[in-house]
């Protein structure tokens, strides 16, 4: 899986171990060999019926943090809504608000610490609702971190990831 990137991995039922390694290179005649690097090792134990999002993040290589959750699907979805998700992935961040262009800062979400997420929270997914503008802030003073524009995922459940480092770039994915 690419940097900033996802993929669907089947997990069997019972105690799993999961290795994610960043794989090496060999040397060339113009730099030397990079050996493998693992970002994450752990077990996890599944259940055949369930889905689970692995989240890392972190300020290196040898630094690597994570978030695993267990979805709980709890709520369904009327005609005509989507699902949209926050979690802090900023190493170094103080706690985070996000709220919708336009509204109260927090009104989606008031605080986040890193690595923490929120639940999935409603909106409409209309012709009239084909997008969202969401501003990420410092959840004590405001300050605008960041914004993104979500093209609005009609009928399904999103994560927004903010990511990068206090003082450096950041970004949403």
């Known amino acids: 899986v690419s940097a900033n990137n996802y993929a669907f991995l089947p997990l069997y ?20 060999a990079i050996p493998a690097v693992t970002y994450y090792t752990g077990n996890l134990n599944v259940n055949g019926s369930s889905n689970y999002y692995l989240f890392l993040t ?21 005609d005509s809504v989507c699902g949209v998700r926050f979690i802090n992935l900023a190493p170094g961040s103080n706690p985070i608000s996000v709220d919708i262009k336009g509204n109260a800062n927090g009104s989606e979400v008031a605080s986040l610490a890193y690595k923490a997420y929120s639940d999935f929270n409603q909106h409409p997914a209309t ?34 990831a903010l990511r990068g480092t206090v003082g450096g770039a950041v970004g949403v994915i």
């Not at 039922?13 to 030397?32: D, F, K, M, R, V």
């Not at 943090?65 to 709980?72: A, F, W």
């Open 13 to 32: 039922p019972g105690q799993q171990q999961i290795n994610l390694l960043y794989p090496g290179t060999a040397a060339t005649t113009t730099s030397a």
């Open 58 to 78: 972190g300020t290196s290589p040898a630094s690597v943090d994570n978030v695993l959750i267990k979805e709980n699907y709890t709520r369904t979805y009327a």
């Open 127 to 160: 012709y009239l609702n084909t997008s969202y503008i969401f501003e990420f802030r410092d959840a004590a003073t405001g300050t605008l971190i960041t914004s993104y524009t979500l093209a609005t995922p009609f009928f399904h459940n999103v994560t927004l």
